[in-house]
Protein backbone atom coordinates (compact mmCIF):
# COMPACT_ATOMS: atom_id res chain seq x y z
CA UNK A 1 0.00 0.00 0.00
CA UNK A 2 1.66 3.35 -0.92
CA UNK A 3 2.11 5.85 2.00
CA UNK A 4 2.81 9.48 2.13
CA UNK A 5 7.10 9.37 0.90
CA UNK A 6 5.67 7.52 -1.99
CA UNK A 7 3.14 10.31 -3.15
CA UNK A 8 6.07 12.60 -2.30
CA UNK A 9 8.25 11.01 -4.60
CA UNK A 10 6.02 10.87 -6.89
CA UNK A 11 4.99 14.07 -7.09
CA UNK A 12 8.58 15.74 -6.49
CA UNK A 13 7.41 17.45 -3.67
CA UNK A 14 8.74 16.85 0.18
CA UNK A 15 6.44 15.28 2.66
CA UNK A 16 5.35 18.53 4.35
CA UNK A 17 4.00 19.74 1.10
CA UNK A 18 1.91 16.44 0.36
CA UNK A 19 0.40 17.01 4.00
CA UNK A 20 -0.44 20.43 3.08
CA UNK A 21 -1.90 19.66 0.14
CA UNK A 22 -4.22 17.04 1.17
CA UNK A 23 -5.48 18.05 4.77
CA UNK A 24 -6.64 21.39 3.15
CA UNK A 25 -4.15 23.05 5.88
CA UNK A 26 -1.25 25.90 4.97
CA UNK A 27 -0.31 27.33 2.00
CA UNK A 28 0.29 24.88 -1.19
CA UNK A 29 0.64 26.21 -5.11
CA UNK A 30 -1.70 25.55 -7.48
CA UNK A 31 0.84 23.63 -9.39
CA UNK A 32 2.04 21.66 -6.59
CA UNK A 33 -1.68 20.58 -5.19
CA UNK A 34 -2.18 19.44 -8.69
CA UNK A 35 1.12 17.10 -8.62
CA UNK A 36 0.10 15.99 -5.25
CA UNK A 37 -3.27 14.94 -6.29
CA UNK A 38 -2.76 13.19 -9.53
CA UNK A 39 0.13 10.98 -7.77
CA UNK A 40 -1.90 10.24 -4.94
CA UNK A 41 -4.68 9.54 -7.51
CA UNK A 42 -2.38 6.94 -9.42
CA UNK A 43 -0.84 5.37 -6.03
CA UNK A 44 -4.22 5.10 -4.85
CA UNK A 45 -3.49 6.51 -1.76
CA UNK A 46 -6.29 7.65 1.12
CA UNK A 47 -5.24 9.85 3.99
CA UNK A 48 -5.71 8.17 7.02
CA UNK A 49 -8.55 9.79 8.58
CA UNK A 50 -7.32 8.31 12.14
CA UNK A 51 -3.79 9.18 11.78
CA UNK A 52 -4.48 13.08 10.65
CA UNK A 53 -7.02 13.46 13.76
CA UNK A 54 -4.00 12.40 16.04
CA UNK A 55 -1.12 14.53 14.16
CA UNK A 56 -3.69 17.68 14.59
CA UNK A 57 -5.82 17.10 17.26
CA UNK A 58 -9.04 17.06 15.08
CA UNK A 59 -11.24 14.29 14.06
CA UNK A 60 -12.28 16.57 10.75
CA UNK A 61 -15.96 15.51 12.26
CA UNK A 62 -18.74 18.32 12.54
CA UNK A 63 -21.53 17.50 14.96
CA UNK A 64 -24.90 19.13 13.99
CA UNK A 65 -27.89 20.00 16.86
CA UNK A 66 -31.32 19.40 15.77
CA UNK A 67 -34.55 19.70 17.51
CA UNK A 68 -36.44 16.82 15.49
CA UNK A 69 -35.54 15.03 12.16
CA UNK A 70 -38.78 14.44 10.12
CA UNK A 71 -39.75 18.22 9.07
CA UNK A 72 -38.87 18.96 5.35
CA UNK A 73 -37.16 22.43 6.68
CA UNK A 74 -34.57 20.50 9.01
CA UNK A 75 -33.93 17.28 6.02
CA UNK A 76 -32.65 20.41 3.52
CA UNK A 77 -31.07 21.72 6.04
CA UNK A 78 -29.42 18.71 6.92
CA UNK A 79 -28.99 18.04 3.28
CA UNK A 80 -27.11 21.08 2.51
CA UNK A 81 -24.60 20.72 5.70
CA UNK A 82 -23.90 17.27 4.61
CA UNK A 83 -23.18 17.98 1.07
CA UNK A 84 -21.36 20.81 1.66
CA UNK A 85 -18.84 19.03 4.67
CA UNK A 86 -18.71 16.32 2.31
CA UNK A 87 -17.11 17.90 -0.30
CA UNK A 88 -14.64 19.80 2.14
CA UNK A 89 -13.33 16.23 3.58
CA UNK A 90 -15.76 16.18 6.68
CA UNK A 91 -18.01 13.64 8.74
CA UNK A 92 -21.27 14.69 9.93
CA UNK A 93 -22.71 13.59 12.96
CA UNK A 94 -25.96 14.16 13.55
CA UNK A 95 -27.49 14.56 17.28
CA UNK A 96 -31.45 14.94 18.30
CA UNK A 97 -31.70 17.34 20.78
CA UNK A 98 -34.92 17.59 22.68
CA UNK A 99 -35.69 19.77 25.88
CA UNK A 100 -35.48 16.56 27.74
CA UNK A 101 -32.32 17.68 30.47
CA UNK A 102 -30.98 14.06 30.65
CA UNK A 103 -31.08 13.81 27.43
CA UNK A 104 -28.99 17.14 27.11
CA UNK A 105 -26.62 16.93 29.76
CA UNK A 106 -25.81 12.88 27.79
CA UNK A 107 -25.29 14.72 24.21
CA UNK A 108 -22.92 17.15 25.79
CA UNK A 109 -21.11 15.17 28.39
CA UNK A 110 -20.27 12.23 26.94
CA UNK A 111 -20.63 13.12 23.19
CA UNK A 112 -19.42 16.73 22.62
CA UNK A 113 -16.91 17.38 25.20
CA UNK A 114 -15.41 13.77 24.61
CA UNK A 115 -13.55 15.16 21.45
CA UNK A 116 -15.49 13.48 18.89
CA UNK A 117 -16.30 16.33 16.75
CA UNK A 118 -14.11 19.51 15.74
CA UNK A 119 -17.32 21.96 15.87
CA UNK A 120 -21.07 22.37 15.97
CA UNK A 121 -23.81 23.65 14.26
CA UNK A 122 -26.83 24.11 15.75
CA UNK A 123 -30.28 24.59 13.73
CA UNK A 124 -32.92 26.13 15.37
CA UNK A 125 -31.59 24.67 18.45
CA UNK A 126 -31.67 27.24 21.26
CA UNK A 127 -28.67 26.15 23.81
CA UNK A 128 -28.32 27.58 26.95
CA UNK A 129 -25.34 30.02 28.02
CA UNK A 130 -23.60 26.99 30.20
CA UNK A 131 -23.81 25.03 27.24
CA UNK A 132 -22.70 27.65 24.59
CA UNK A 133 -19.75 28.12 27.04
CA UNK A 134 -18.60 24.25 27.24
CA UNK A 135 -18.42 24.47 24.07
CA UNK A 136 -16.10 27.63 23.65
CA UNK A 137 -14.30 25.90 26.77
CA UNK A 138 -12.99 23.16 24.41
CA UNK A 139 -12.04 25.46 21.35
CA UNK A 140 -15.12 23.82 19.41
CA UNK A 141 -16.44 26.54 17.18
CA UNK A 142 -19.91 27.05 16.86
CA UNK A 143 -22.67 28.33 14.24
CA UNK A 144 -26.15 28.30 14.56
CA UNK A 145 -28.94 28.06 11.94
CA UNK A 146 -32.47 29.55 13.45
CA UNK A 147 -32.72 32.54 16.30
CA UNK A 148 -30.23 34.52 18.21
CA UNK A 149 -27.39 32.44 20.58
CA UNK A 150 -25.47 34.31 22.97
CA UNK A 151 -21.86 35.05 21.51
CA UNK A 152 -22.88 32.65 18.38
CA UNK A 153 -22.47 34.06 15.02
CA UNK A 154 -25.97 32.38 13.68
CA UNK A 155 -27.17 32.31 10.17
CA UNK A 156 -31.15 33.47 10.57
CA UNK A 157 -34.19 34.35 8.40
CA UNK A 158 -36.56 37.53 9.25
CA UNK A 159 -39.60 35.13 10.14
CA UNK A 160 -41.72 38.41 11.16
CA UNK A 161 -40.45 40.00 7.59
CA UNK A 162 -41.44 36.19 5.57
CA UNK A 163 -44.95 36.79 7.32
CA UNK A 164 -45.38 40.60 6.66
CA UNK A 165 -44.45 39.92 3.37
CA UNK A 166 -47.12 37.17 2.73
CA UNK A 167 -49.73 39.07 4.46
CA UNK A 168 -49.49 41.99 2.57
CA UNK A 169 -49.37 40.15 -0.76
CA UNK A 170 -53.07 39.05 0.08
CA UNK A 171 -53.82 42.54 1.08
CA UNK A 172 -52.50 43.95 -1.84
CA UNK A 173 -55.03 41.41 -4.08
CA UNK A 174 -57.87 43.07 -2.00
CA UNK A 175 -57.75 40.70 0.50
CA UNK A 176 -59.37 42.19 4.18
CA UNK A 177 -60.92 38.96 5.50
CA UNK A 178 -57.49 37.09 6.11
CA UNK A 179 -56.65 33.85 8.14
CA UNK A 180 -53.46 32.53 9.60
CA UNK A 181 -52.66 29.06 10.39
CA UNK A 182 -49.37 28.98 13.08
CA UNK A 183 -47.97 26.96 15.09
CA UNK A 184 -49.15 25.65 18.88
CA UNK A 185 -47.76 24.92 22.46
CA UNK A 186 -45.44 21.99 20.95
CA UNK A 187 -43.91 23.74 18.21
CA UNK A 188 -43.66 27.24 19.45
CA UNK A 189 -40.06 26.49 21.55
CA UNK A 190 -36.57 27.24 20.66
CA UNK A 191 -36.56 30.55 19.30
CA UNK A 192 -40.13 30.59 18.96
CA UNK A 193 -40.35 31.05 15.21
CA UNK A 194 -44.34 30.56 15.43
CA UNK A 195 -44.94 33.04 17.09
CA UNK A 196 -42.54 35.98 15.35
CA UNK A 197 -44.68 34.85 11.86
CA UNK A 198 -48.14 35.59 13.95
CA UNK A 199 -46.42 38.90 14.57
CA UNK A 200 -45.51 39.50 11.02
CA UNK A 201 -48.94 38.86 10.02
CA UNK A 202 -50.87 40.86 12.44
CA UNK A 203 -48.03 43.99 11.83
CA UNK A 204 -49.06 43.95 8.25
CA UNK A 205 -52.46 43.31 9.05
CA UNK A 206 -52.45 46.71 11.59
CA UNK A 207 -50.23 48.76 8.93
CA UNK A 208 -52.89 48.59 6.41
CA UNK A 209 -55.87 49.45 9.37
CA UNK A 210 -57.01 46.16 9.58
CA UNK A 211 -58.39 44.94 12.64
CA UNK A 212 -56.80 41.05 13.74
CA UNK A 213 -59.82 38.30 13.94
CA UNK A 214 -58.64 36.43 16.35
CA UNK A 215 -61.52 34.07 15.35
CA UNK A 216 -59.42 33.26 12.44
CA UNK A 217 -56.29 32.22 13.61
CA UNK A 218 -55.29 28.59 14.51
CA UNK A 219 -52.98 26.32 15.41
CA UNK A 220 -51.00 23.33 14.32
CA UNK A 221 -48.02 21.77 14.46
CA UNK A 222 -46.97 22.18 11.12
CA UNK A 223 -47.49 18.93 9.67
CA UNK A 224 -50.39 18.68 6.61
CA UNK A 225 -52.99 16.29 8.49
CA UNK A 226 -53.35 18.97 11.32
CA UNK A 227 -53.44 21.54 9.30
CA UNK A 228 -55.90 19.97 6.84
CA UNK A 229 -58.39 19.74 10.55
CA UNK A 230 -57.88 22.74 12.11
CA UNK A 231 -58.39 24.38 8.29
CA UNK A 232 -61.38 22.17 8.16
CA UNK A 233 -63.13 24.12 11.29
CA UNK A 234 -61.85 27.41 10.23
CA UNK A 235 -63.21 26.98 6.73
CA UNK A 236 -66.52 25.56 7.94
CA UNK A 237 -67.47 28.05 10.33
CA UNK A 238 -70.85 29.13 9.40
CA UNK A 239 -70.37 32.30 10.13
CA UNK A 240 -68.40 33.05 7.25
CA UNK A 241 -64.87 31.62 5.76
CA UNK A 242 -61.98 33.98 5.53
CA UNK A 243 -60.88 34.85 1.88
CA UNK A 244 -57.76 34.57 2.26
CA UNK A 245 -55.42 32.74 4.38
CA UNK A 246 -51.81 32.49 5.33
CA UNK A 247 -50.40 29.38 6.82
CA UNK A 248 -46.68 29.56 8.69
CA UNK A 249 -45.54 26.45 6.56
CA UNK A 250 -46.52 24.95 2.79
CA UNK A 251 -46.65 21.18 4.75
CA UNK A 252 -49.70 23.42 6.46
CA UNK A 253 -50.77 25.64 3.65
CA UNK A 254 -51.13 22.54 1.56
CA UNK A 255 -53.45 20.58 3.89
CA UNK A 256 -55.75 23.51 4.04
CA UNK A 257 -56.04 23.32 0.29
CA UNK A 258 -56.78 20.00 0.41
CA UNK A 259 -59.62 21.05 3.54
CA UNK A 260 -60.86 23.56 0.92
CA UNK A 261 -61.53 21.25 -1.77
CA UNK A 262 -62.86 18.61 0.27
CA UNK A 263 -65.24 21.42 1.52
CA UNK A 264 -66.19 22.35 -2.39
CA UNK A 265 -64.04 25.69 -2.24
CA UNK A 266 -62.62 26.66 -5.39
CA UNK A 267 -58.94 27.68 -4.74
CA UNK A 268 -58.07 31.20 -5.44
CA UNK A 269 -61.67 31.79 -6.47
CA UNK A 270 -63.38 30.93 -2.94
CA UNK A 271 -59.88 30.75 -1.01
CA UNK A 272 -56.48 32.59 -1.25
CA UNK A 273 -53.39 30.42 0.19
CA UNK A 274 -50.18 31.38 0.72
CA UNK A 275 -47.38 29.32 2.35
CA UNK A 276 -43.78 29.84 3.90
CA UNK A 277 -40.82 27.60 2.65
CA UNK A 278 -40.80 26.67 -1.26
CA UNK A 279 -41.60 23.11 0.05
CA UNK A 280 -41.06 20.57 -2.91
CA UNK A 281 -44.47 19.95 -3.42
CA UNK A 282 -45.74 23.69 -3.25
CA UNK A 283 -45.23 24.13 -7.40
CA UNK A 284 -47.20 21.12 -7.58
CA UNK A 285 -50.21 22.59 -5.67
CA UNK A 286 -49.47 26.07 -7.45
CA UNK A 287 -48.79 27.86 -4.29
CA UNK A 288 -47.83 31.30 -3.73
CA UNK A 289 -44.99 31.09 -1.12
CA UNK A 290 -42.50 32.48 0.69
CA UNK A 291 -39.60 30.91 -0.76
CA UNK A 292 -36.27 30.83 2.56
CA UNK A 293 -33.85 27.99 0.75
CA UNK A 294 -33.51 25.60 3.34
CA UNK A 295 -29.96 23.74 1.27
CA UNK A 296 -28.77 27.10 1.46
CA UNK A 297 -28.62 28.45 5.11
CA UNK A 298 -27.77 24.38 5.69
CA UNK A 299 -24.23 25.38 3.28
CA UNK A 300 -23.24 28.93 4.32
CA UNK A 301 -23.15 27.64 7.53
CA UNK A 302 -20.62 25.16 7.09
CA UNK A 303 -18.89 27.99 4.84
CA UNK A 304 -18.84 30.25 8.34
CA UNK A 305 -17.97 27.40 9.89
CA UNK A 306 -15.14 26.10 8.15
CA UNK A 307 -13.64 29.93 7.86
CA UNK A 308 -13.98 30.00 11.83
CA UNK A 309 -11.77 26.29 11.98
CA UNK A 310 -9.53 27.05 9.51
CA UNK A 311 -8.45 30.39 11.28
CA UNK A 312 -8.92 32.62 8.08
CA UNK A 313 -11.79 34.66 9.98
CA UNK A 314 -14.01 35.03 12.45
CA UNK A 315 -17.47 33.80 11.21
CA UNK A 316 -20.38 36.80 11.31
CA UNK A 317 -24.38 36.61 11.66
CA UNK A 318 -26.19 36.42 8.34
CA UNK A 319 -29.32 37.22 7.27
CA UNK A 320 -30.44 34.90 4.17
CA UNK A 321 -33.05 36.59 2.16
CA UNK A 322 -36.49 35.34 1.34
CA UNK A 323 -38.86 36.32 -1.71
CA UNK A 324 -42.18 36.33 -2.44
CA UNK A 325 -43.11 33.19 -5.49
CA UNK A 326 -46.60 34.15 -6.82
CA UNK A 327 -48.64 31.03 -8.58
CA UNK A 328 -52.05 30.09 -8.83
CA UNK A 329 -53.25 29.69 -5.22
CA UNK A 330 -53.62 33.44 -5.11
CA UNK A 331 -55.64 36.09 -6.64
CA UNK A 332 -58.50 38.53 -5.77
CA UNK A 333 -61.20 38.12 -3.81
CA UNK A 334 -64.68 36.96 -6.29
CA UNK A 335 -66.59 40.52 -4.74
CA UNK A 336 -63.92 42.38 -5.69
CA UNK A 337 -63.41 41.38 -9.72
Known amino acids: MAGIKDVAQAAGVSVATVSRALSGRGSVSASAQEAVQHAAAELGYVVSSSASGLASGRTRNVGVLVPVINHWFYACVLEGIS ?3 MDEGYDTTLYQLTKDRGQREKVFSDFLLRQR ?7 NVELNSEEV ?5 LNKPLVGVGGPLPGVPTLHVDDEGISSLATKHLISLGHRRIGFIGGNEETDVDFRIPSHRRTGYEKALHDAGIEVDNK ?22 PAGH ?12 IGAILAARDLGLIVPRDLSVVGVDNHDL ?6 TTIEQRPHEQGELAVAMLLRAIRGEEPAHAHKVD ?3 LVRSSTSRPIDET
Open 322 to 324: HRL
Open 133 to 137: QALHA
Open 242 to 253: PTALLAASDEMA
Open 117 to 123: VDAVIAV
Open 216 to 237: LCMGANFTMPQAYEVAKQLLGN
Open 282 to 287: SEMFGL
Open 83 to 85: RRL
